[in-house]
T-cell receptor, first 114, second 113 residues
Framework: KQEVTQIPAALSVPEGENLVLNCSFTDSAIYNLQWFRQDPGKGLTSLLLIQSSQREQTSGRLNASLDKSSGRSTLYIAASQPGDSATYLC?????????????FGTGTRLTIIP | ETGVTQTPRHLVMGMTNKKSLKCEQH?????MYWYKQSAKKPLELMFVYNFKEQTENNSVPSRFSPECPNSSHLFLHLHTLQPEDSALYLCASSQDLSTDTQYFGPGTRLTVL
């Protein structure tokens, strides 16, 4: 059974700092990994999707890496801003008990301090 | 965010009530999903529909009944729920049942009294 872990559960950093969020997964047989953002009481917004054959993806100030063999991914946020405050969720897409599905972590709640 | 809409946004119901959650996607996608998000737990996949056909039911209790009349609309019918069913219910869609990005709606915050 695939399990996705995100540590820490919460993180506070001053505005302007660079930061890294971590994600680990137990089964490396995945098709892709996605990072999502969730604002309080709202749905999820996809930030980056990394296919299993890729090592990283970049979008603006965000960079996500994937090391499939070690079951790890990181989301790097450069020059953090208060608007980056949200919960960041990592999810892997793969086969779990015969079904293909997204398996989510519990998220890291990020607070950027102005 | 407006690609997938959900109504109502908030719902409070008693354990004997019957209600329905609605999801609509305007993206021309073929696959739609229901997820449950409870406090301090990962999102749980509940149901998957592909071209209006249910392809997956992750051991969800029968008090939750999905319906997909066409590939743009998805319903979740609720009856005789329990307080532990209180959660944020999220709908998502994707182009196909494969490795495509899933697009999520804003969710329905459900409280069962």
């Amino acid at each position: 059974k695939q399990e996705v872990t995100q540590i820490p559960a919460a993180l506070s950093v001053p505005e302007g700092e660079n930061l890294v969020l971590n994600c680990s997964f137990t089964d490396s047989a995945i098709y892709n990994l996605q990072w999502f953002r969730q604002d309080p009481g709202k749905g999820l917004t996809s930030l980056l999707l990394i296919q299993s054959s890729q090592r990283e993806q970049t979008s603006g100030r965000l960079n996500a890496s994937l090391d499939k063999s070690s079951g790890r991914s990181t989301l790097y946020i450069a020059a953090s801003q208060p608007g980056d405050s949200a919960t960041y969720l990592c999810a892997v897409f793969g086969r779990d008990f015969g079904n293909e599905k997204l398996t989510f972590g519990t998220g890291t709640r990020l607070t950027i301090i102005p | 965010e407006t690609g997938v809409t959900q109504t109502p946004r908030h719902l409070v119901m008693g354990m004997t009530n019957k209600k329905s959650l609605k999801c609509e996607q305007h993206l021309g996608h073929n696959a739609m999903y229901w997820y449950k998000q409870s406090a301090k737990k990962p999102l749980e996949l509940m149901f998957v529909y592909n071209f209006k056909e249910q392809t997956e039911n992750n051991s969800v209790p029968s008090r939750f009944s999905p319906e997909c009349p066409n590939s743009s609309h998805l319903f979740l019918h609720l009856h005789t729920l329990q307080p532990e069913d209180s959660a944020l219910y999220l709908c998502a869609s994707s182009q196909d049942l494969s490795t495509d990005t899933q697009y999520f709606g804003p969710g329905t915050r459900l409280t069962v009294l």
